[in-house]
């Protein structure tokens, strides 16, 4: 490995190109004409133009990504997160063109990517999963004669789905029939595939995620876990780690059920194992993500280590260079996603930012992909920065994360900024007694 290829844009870009730089591994980005002006763009030792800002057009234009590997020089490709990250296809042709693609194989891409077979992969494995079905309902009549099955309440979900896009709670038939047809037809929108599946809805339910890690010569880690619980339209807004809900026996029988689960599928790389966890610490697999995760700087700071420097190792065939038992909690560690977007709508607010001035504080790290003028565009996602603030315990987390939030300056555009302090400050946060309600039943309280 020499020369990296980063098949992605904004501050997961920059944050690939800072560890590359020091292992001393050349850099190309590639980017679209709405990125020409940003930083990671100029940041890369080389950029390539890729195409028109759509992301069909762009980044997700392979035959445009290869070629510029090709024109470039470079030996690997690293896809960061979303995009062509979890695309087996990508991955396979990457492999096809002699590039290393840093990440799995893209056969466990192909099979961890499909939530149905993932569900089935992990039950035969004796990982725990939610009640559910085996096989996409097919017709609503299905869906229901399933969900009486189960019994309500129930999570419609699509099969290929992510970021909460094709995914309802149905409480009764009625609900369940009304959203099967909109769920189908937005899975089939984003995702070219309709399959829907029916599984228990879990009350009290808190998402809580294990890093894994595994390389080539069969070496499986955990590198402990995160609370993501605190989600808008089932997409993360605040993560933390460690968890302030577990206790050390069910943290070690979910990280336990981790390992299990990447061993059950041969995983190579860095990935995430996604569990649902009840109000009596029952947990449950969800699914699994064959990436870096936009939440791995809470483990990063938390344990202080360096994952994307851990993906490029396990790239070159290298082994794990840690055992388990080298793991350790050794701060607290809060992540906001900063984002561009109304902070009582959460739609999103694409402008210029006229002044941007992050927080420089002791213990605070900022991850960003902008800069004073930048034009927040509506093709891309809305976050704009993450920060991530530590400290020795979870209280001096969050008084930094607060000072950190009082003094972001970011003007130009409507930011969440507000209503992350919001949370920081709202008691149930501070308790650390929050579910992935919590956004809904404040709105339902400020009703």
């Known amino acids: 490995m020499r020369k990296v290829l980063i098949a992605n844009r904004g501050e997961i870009a920059r944050r690939i190109i800072r560890t590359c730089r020091e292992q001393g591994l050349g850099t190309v980005a590639v980017f679209s004409d709405a990125d020409k002006d940003i930083p990671f763009v100029r940041e890369a030792d080389e950029a390539v133009h890729i195409g028109p800002p759509p992301v069909p ?34 991955a396979r042709r990457c492999q096809e063109e002699g590039l290393l693609f840093i990440g799995p194989s893209p056969e466990v891409i192909a099979q961890m990517g499909d939530k149905l077979t993932a569900r089935n992969v992990m039950h035969n494995a004796g990982v725990p999963i939610v009640p559910g079905c085996k096989e996409p309902a097919q017709s609503p009549d299905e869906a229901a004669q399933l969900a009486s099955e189960i019994g309500y309440p129930v999570m419609l979900k699509a099969s290929a789905g992510g970021g909460g896009i094709g995914m309802q709670i149905c409480r009764d038939e009625a609900e369940l029939r009304q959203a099967y ?13 309709d399959a829907m599946y029916i599984e228990r809805y879990v009350d009290e339910p808190r998402h809580i995620e294990v890093q894994i890690a595994g390389d080539i010569h069969g070496n499986v880690l955990h590198i402990l876990e995160r609370e993501c619980s605190i989600q808008r339209r089932h997409q993360k807004v605040l993560e933390e780690s460690p968890s302030p809900f577990l206790d050390d026996d069910t943290r070690e029988k979910l990280c336990s059920a981790a390992v299990q689960a990447a061993r059950a599928v041969g995983y190579t790389g860095v990935g995430t194992v996604e569990f649902i966890v009840d109000g009596n610490k029952q947990f449950y697999f969800l699914e699994m993500n064959t990436r870096l995760q936009v939440e791995h700087p809470v483990t990063e700071e938390m344990t202080g280590l360096d994952l994307v420097a851990m993906q490029l190792a396990i790239a070159r065939g290298e082994k794990l260079s840690f055992a388990q038992e080298d793991i350790k909690a050794i701060r607290h560690a809060i992540e906001l996603r900063v984002y561009a977007e109304d902070p009582v709508t959460f739609m999103p ?70 209503f992350l302090l919001e949370v920081l400050e709202d008691e149930q946060f501070v308790r650390g007694t929050y579910t992935t309600r919590f956004i809904q039943e404040r709105k339902q309280k400020s009703v």
């Open 57 to 90: 057009h762009s980044y997700l234009n392979v035959d445009a990504i290869i070629a510029a590997a090709k024109q470039t020089g470079a030996d690997a490709v690293h896809p960061g997160y979303g995009l062509l990250s979890e695309n087996a296809a990508f």
């Open 181 to 193: 047809q909109s769920a189908k037809g937005r899975a089939k929108a984003y995702f070219g595939n």
């Open 349 to 418: 607010s694409p402008g210029t930012i006229t002044l941007y001035q992050p927080p420089q504080l002791e213990g605070v790290r900022i991850d960003d992909g902008v800069e004073t003028g930048t034009q927040v565009t509506p093709f891309y996602d809305p976050m704009i920065a993450k920060v991530i603030a530590s400290g020795a315990d979870r209280s001096e987390a969050i008084k930094r994360a607060k000072a950190a939030m009082q003094q972001f300056v970011l003007t130009g555009i409507k930011t969440n900024i507000p």
